[in-house]
């Protein structure tokens, strides 16, 4: 499973689903002389103008249970609403980045991914729709949401990641690892050196909405000596501050995850000046803030499954201020709100369902599998919020 804190490891597009939508056959063999690129922008055009003469508003679309996949829903439609990502997929721009890459033998999980958005987003109805063939392929992705158990829906959320980002990774060919010595240049330099590294092998349009970078000091009590390490994160898993209280907030979360902890006994770490096993202080900032921060609030226990939290975080809707957590002061780090994935339940007999801010209207949703209604942002915070989805407010439209 790809790790918080580790990096994972122009043709014509093709034309649109012309079967999925019967109004474009005709259109389609009217334009028949037109140039590739400028059919499919016609086609697309057209799509999203038919969705928007309809009754029916954009992307209010429920996807039908297929046994036990509420999890993997809401994070669909958490994900639908990130319209940078939406738009990625509405205009068949992935096409070009899956097409810059001929070897690449698999792009089975994006196009279902791609053409799942663009039913969700420009159907005439308000029917739901099934998810199957996303499904069959990310369970041939990553084969342990094979199956109809009940699943993790963070854990969802990283795999699908994962596989999406592979498929449109715009690195053909990883170059050789090799071992570079940073240590002797400043901390700014050291970081943009360390991410222009990892875009070496890892550069997607995943990678540039969801993916920052944390900074790990380690200070020697002994000689002060301060070793800094930086690396890529998809998204945080928070822990829940103050366990006892019924409610904390968001801010306390990030204070808690942020915090400067003492390495001593068995966690001594060596010192890289004294060469010798000293106690030591570490603490986490972040280096380089995300287009999208995705905040994983840590209900579960990791030891006991069946153990959840239901504490209530009190979370910002808009000018969610992250500056005192970064690294570097001039950083522009205010976020806000436009998705949550919701865990209600127990571990036994859980349900998940998301609350979306719909990109286009800026009014609230919930969807519940087939069911989408309106809601009161008001309504948007509770004590079933598990992952939140902010973005960076210079690309917001809030």
């Known amino acids: 499973m790809p790790s918080m804190r580790q990096s994972y490891t122009v043709t014509v597009p093709e034309e649109p689903p012309a079967a999925a939508f019967p109004f474009l056959k005709q259109e389609m063999r009217r334009k028949g002389s037109m140039s590739g690129s400028v059919l499919v922008s016609t086609f697309v055009g057209l799509l999203i103008n038919q969705a928007k003469n309809s009754k029916i508003a954009q992307g209010l679309v429920g996807l039908k249970n297929l046994g036990n996949t509420c999890f ?4 669909l439609q958490c994900l639908s609403n990130t319209h940078s990502l939406r738009d990625y ?3 068949n721009s992935y096409r070009r980045d899956l097409n810059n890459n001929n070897s690449r033998t698999n792009t089975a999980l994006m196009d279902e991914f791609a053409k799942l958005m663009q039913t969700m987003w420009t159907l005439s109805s308000s029917e739901a729709i099934s998810p199957s063939e996303f499904k069959t392929q990310i369970q041939r992705y990553a084969p342990r949401f094979v199956g109809y158990n009940q699943q993790d829906a963070q854990e969802f959320l990283r795999f699908l990641l994962d596989g999406l980002h592979n498929e449109v990774n715009r690195v053909t060919v990883r170059p050789r690892g090799t071992v570079e010595d940073f ?3 400043p901390d700014e330099e050291k970081g943009r050196k360390m991410w222009n590294k990892y875009l070496e092998r890892e550069d997607s349009k995943i ?3 969801f993916v920052g970078q944390l900074k790990s000091s380690l200070t020697c009590s002994y000689c002060g000596f ?10 945080l898993s928070l822990p829940i501050a103050k366990k006892g209280y019924s409610e904390v907030s968001l801010m306390d979360c990030l204070r808690l995850f942020t915090k400067e902890d003492v390495l001593d006994g068995d966690e001594k770490p060596t010192c890289y000046k004294c060469k010798a096993r000293r106690r030591c202080t570490k ?3 972040i280096q380089k803030f995300p287009k999208i921060l995705v905040l994983h609030l840590k209900r579960f226990s990791e030891a006991r499954r069946s153990s959840k939290l239901s504490t209530f975080v009190n979370f910002p809707m808009k000018d969610l201020d992250l500056q005192e957590f970064a690294s570097e002061n001039s950083i522009n780090a205010v976020y806000n709100l436009y998705a949550v994935s919701n865990h209600s339940g127990t571990t036994i007999g859980g349900h998940y369902t998301a609350y979306c801010r719909n990109p286009n209207s800026g009014e609230w949703y919930t969807f519940n599998d087939s069911r989408v209604t309106p809601m009161s942002s008001s309504q948007v915070r509770s004590s079933d919020a598990y992952v939140l989805f902010y973005e960076l407010a210079s690309s917001s439209r809030m």
């Open 283 to 285: 603490k986490f900032t």
């Open 72 to 75: 993997m829903n809401s994070i």
């Open 226 to 235: 301060c070793s800094t390490v930086f690396d890529p994160f998809w998204d």
């Open 207 to 209: 990678v540039d909405l």
């Open 183 to 185: 240590d002797h240049l």
């Open 89 to 91: 997929c509405l205009h």
